[in-house]
Every structure is written in structure tokens, then in C-alpha cells.
């Protein structure tokens, strides 16, 4: 257990679905991310929240939507997604860096391998 | 646009040390190096970082060149358990995103 949960592990939908990925962090981190982890590809940042603010979203489609409704949860609400989207979806949660705090390590949560039937 | 590169893949000996590298010649002076580990379809593991000095943990040892351009992860006795995919990431100070390359997959075997 890192200390941050993810869940599902495990979600299997189809592409007229509506579901949601839900991540909780209790580290005292001020950061959230989400990140997309494709069959033999590098992760790629979707997501950054800090302080509960949105402050990226790398040209994710419409179709993912993340809400951060507190510094501790995370969620990406999903809906008509497409084949493609199948993939290992990774939350993290870092300190807040303005701090001058030398390491900014992150914590990755185990995931939610999702596949879009 | 890659900070780091690092060879796609390395095999190693149970028991031996490993010793991966990576090159990141344009690091500037407030950028440290970090290294996470990703084993098989879970989330990526922090295993040690440093700006200037040689760093040592539980887990690993990182060797940075005096010129900074470059460094070394050391497992000193690997085992069966850290095979795995090795990511070497450039961060500076103040910034927040941890960006992912390919990263070396090293293969310990018996």
C-alpha cells in the first residue's frame, strides 16, 4: 500500500457507458495528477491538479473528465470512450513544491487497468 | 523533449550489482535526477534522487558525474524481484510534473 488508493483495479465497459476512476490520497499532498499508461508506451500526463485547481490538461479529449473536489480525492469521469482508451490509468499525488522542498517525490497508486469493450 | 536517455534494455545477474546509466547533458543547475521503478502493471515506485552529491538508500545508490551530465543507479545485489522498468527523470526545483520517457527495462535472471 503506497498510500494512494485507486479503484477500481480492475473496469471493463462499453463505449456507451458513464463510469468513474476514483483516487484518495491521505499524505498530506497537495498535488494530484492522472496518468495514462498505453500497451508499450510511456506514461503520458493527462491531468494536473494543485491545490484542488486544474493547472494542465495535455490535449486530453472531452471524453475524460477530472473532477478534484478536495486535495485528497481525485476522480476521471469517463463516458463514450473509444477502443484506443484501453489502457493502465495512474494517479499520483506530490507535495506542494513552492514549499522549497527538496524532494518532490511522487506516490503513484497501484492503478485501475481499464478496457473499453 | 527527452532530458534523459537511457539504454532500452539491460540483463543482470541475481545476486550481482546493476548498474544503469543515463545521460542528461543538458541538465540545468537547479534540476535534480530522479529515479522511479515500474514493475510489471503496477504504478511507478520512487527509489532515490540527487542534485550534485552521491546519493545512498535502502534501495539503491546514485553516482551523479561532477559535471552533472550524467549518472548511475546501482542495485547493489539485485534480485529476482527488481526486474523491472528503470525511469531516470530530470525535475527542476519548482516544477511539479514528472515527465516519463521509456525508460531501461532490466531483467534480472537466476
Known amino acids: 500500500e503506497t498510500g494512494v488508493t485507486q479503484t477500481p483495479r480492475h473496469l471493463v465497459m462499453g463505449m456507451t457507458n458513464k463510469k468513474s476512476l476514483k483516487c484518495e490520497q491521505h499524505l498530506g499532498h497537495n498535488a494530484m495528477y492522472w496518468y495514462k499508461q498505453s500497451a508499450k508506451k510511456p506514461l503520458e500526463l493527462m491531468f494536473v491538479y494543485n491545490f484542488k485547481e486544474q493547472t494542465e490538461n495535455n490535449s486530453v479529449p472531452s471524453r475524460f473528465s477530472p473532477e478534484c473536489p478536495n486535495s485528497s480525492h481525485l476522480f476521471l469521469h469517463l463516458h463514450t470512450l473509444q477502443p484506443e482508451d484501453s489502457a493502465l490509468y495512474l494517479c499520483a499525488s506530490s507535495p506542494q513544491p513552492d514549499r522549497g522542498e527538496s524532494n518532490y517525490g511522487y506516490t503513484f497508486g497501484s492503478g485501475t487497468r481499464l478496457t473499453v469493450v | 523533449d527527452a532530458k534523459t536517455t537511457q539504454p532500452p534494455s539491460m540483463d543482470c545477474a541475481e545476486g550481482r550489482a546493476a548498474n544503469l546509466p543515463c545521460n542528461h547533458s543538458?541538465?540545468?543547475?537547479?534540476?535534480?535526477v530522479y529515479w522511479y521503478r515500474q514493475i510489471h502493471s503496477q504504478g511507478p515506485q520512487y527509489i532515490i534522487h540527487?542534485?550534485?552529491n552521491n546519493e545512498t538508500n535502502e534501495m539503491a545508490s546514485l553516482i551523479i558525474t561532477e559535471d552533472r551530465k550524467s549518472s548511475t543507479l546501482i542495485l547493489p545485489h539485485a534480485t529476482l524481484r527488481d526486474t523491472a522498468v528503470y525511469y531516470c527523470?530530470?525535475?527542476?526545483?519548482?516544477?511539479?510534473?514528472?515527465?516519463f520517457g521509456a525508460g531501461t527495462t532490466v531483467t534480472v535472471r537466476a
Open positions: 527523470i530530470v525535475r527542476g526545483n519548482n516544477d511539479y510534473k514528472l515527465s
Open positions: 540527487g542534485l550534485k
Open positions: 543538458t541538465i540545468s543547475g537547479n534540476e535534480y
